[in-house]
């Protein structure tokens, strides 16, 4: 038996979520990646306490979904795996890159980039890989990839936000203290930690205190 995994290219079609409208009005714009098992148009709810007026926030969605529990009711969505996660972080990147043309943001706005979970790590490797220019870069409760070095963010002139529960069941003190250790490597002194009360959850007083 003569087994063997091909790969071919194909054109694909997803969805992203946005909440308020992009206006004369708008300051900032906010790039979010929701965590595992989360659905765009859901994870928009945590910035709803943001000023409409001022915030637009745009919500990419995961393509890899899934049922979350055995009911099969609830569905959730990852972003990466361990199985060809180098092809994979490419296609994510060519899904964001016509997020972003798509919407055209006017390059005065304030762009904030935010990660949660598993989304930092997919947020980290686009603002590396990219280039991107953003104003704020926030890595909420989520592990730095391991291949990014300080030189792929050399680039980068951004506000850099560490943010973490201090209940986090995820987050042992060895992890909190070799992330830390990781993000003051790649950002130095563009680094802020800030911490919560609470477990492994979007804090909606931490982002609100972003801006």
Aim: hydrophobic share 35%.
């Amino acid at each position: 038996m003569d087994s063997k995994e091909k790969t071919i290219s194909f054109t694909a079609t997803n969805t992203y979520s946005t909440l308020n409208n992009l206006t004369k009005q708008t300051k900032n714009v906010w790039f979010v990646c929701h965590g595992l098992g989360h659905l765009s148009r859901y994870f928009l709810n945590y910035f709803k306490n943001l000023n409409p007026d001022e915030n637009y926030i745009i919500a990419p969605q995961a393509s890899s979904k899934y049922y979350i529990k055995s009911n099969f009711k609830h569905v959730g969505a990852c972003w990466l795996t361990k199985e060809r996660t180098t092809e994979e972080t490419e296609n994510l990147l060519r899904y964001f890159d016509s997020i972003f043309k798509t919407e055209n943001i006017p390059s005065h706005l304030n762009l904030i980039i935010f990660g949660y979970s598993q989304g930092v790590s997919i947020a980290m490797r686009y603002v590396a890989k990219r280039q991107l220019a953003c104003n704020q870069l926030v890595l909420h409760s989520g592990g730095i990839p391991k291949e990014l070095q300080a030189n792929d963010f050399s680039f980068l002139n951004a506000k850099v936000s560490l943010i973490y529960g201090n209940k986090d069941a995820y987050i042992t003190e060895d992890i909190l203290k070799s992330e830390t250790k990781k993000a003051r490597k790649l950002f130095k002194n563009k680094l802020h930690i800030i911490s919560f009360e609470g477990k492994h959850e979007v804090n909606v007083a931490a982002i609100n205190g972003l801006i």
